[in-house]
């Protein structure tokens, strides 16, 4: 398996200043855990972040921190990755990540034709919009943007849209410029752990399918 997309140096800064959200950390630890090159990414930011902010008097962390953090680090794309533990899910009958083992996952509920998602709780953190989707093999999700960062890791099957192919082990941030309709690919269906970050609303077709449903 070899790892296209990861999180950004942004993000990646985020987690290791404690500044990420839950639900976004969980989706970037399922991607660590099979993804060498951006564990040892996320090392260098804890060790210059932690030093950096030890210089710094308290002050709200600034986009100008993160330029100035992020133009020390040179990182290299891509890398092979073995493929990361998992343990079996009862109620969906699916192998999941070992970072998941935690969480409180439901039943694989109804979307849409042949689209699930499935609720994923957080202990110590309610208020996390995560949730694994399920689409069907050949299946063109509806059309969705966002008002804040949508964090996507594939589990299984692919997806892709105009911006490129997602598959096991890529992780996808998502910004309110995109818009799509991402394709799940022909071979398989497609299983994905997603998180919407903050306050975050979908808007689009996904998101009136999934607002009344799920209250994100
Ligand atoms: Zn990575």
């Known amino acids: 398996m070899t790892i296209h997309h990861h999180p950004s140096d942004v993000t990646l800064?985020?987690?290791?200043?404690?500044?990420?959200?839950?639900?976004?950390?969980?989706?970037?630890?399922?991607?660590?855990?099979?993804?060498?090159?951006?564990?040892?990414?996320?090392?260098?930011?804890?060790?210059?972040?932690?030093?950096?902010?030890e210089e710094q008097p308290p002050a709200p962390l600034v986009a100008d921190f993160f330029?100035?953090?992020?133009?020390?680090?040179?990182?290299?794309?891509?890398?092979?990755?073995?493929?990361p533990m998992t343990w079996k899910q009862p109620a969906l009958s699916i192998e999941l990540p070992h970072a998941m083992r935690h969480c409180d996952v439901g039943?694989?509920?109804?979307?849409?034709?042949?689209?699930?998602?499935?609720?994923?709780?957080?202990a110590g953190s309610p208020d996390a919009k995560v949730m694994l989707l399920k689409g069907r093999a050949g299946l063109h999700l509806p059309g969705h943007g966002h008002t804040g960062m949508e964090f996507m890791q594939i589990l299984s099957g692919s997806l892709s849209d105009a911006r490129g192919q997602y598959f096991p082990g890529d992780l996808d941030e998502a910004d309110d410029e995109v818009d799509h309709s991402p394709l799940v690919g022909q071979e398989s269906d497609c299983i994905c752990l997603a998180a919407l970050e903050g306050d975050t609303r979908l808007h689009g077709v996904l998101g009136r399918l999934l607002r009344p449903i799920v209250g994100f």
């Open 107 to 122: 039943p694989w509920r109804w979307l849409g034709p042949g689209f699930k998602w499935s609720k994923v709780k957080i």
């Open 13 to 53: 800064l985020r987690l290791a200043t404690g500044m990420l959200g839950a639900g976004p950390t969980l989706v970037v630890s399922v991607h660590l855990e099979g993804c060498g090159l951006c564990r040892e990414r996320l090392a260098r930011f804890e060790a210059l972040g932690g030093a950096i902010l």
């Open 67 to 83: 330029g100035r953090t992020l133009a020390r680090l040179e990182v290299p794309y891509p890398t092979p990755v073995a493929k």
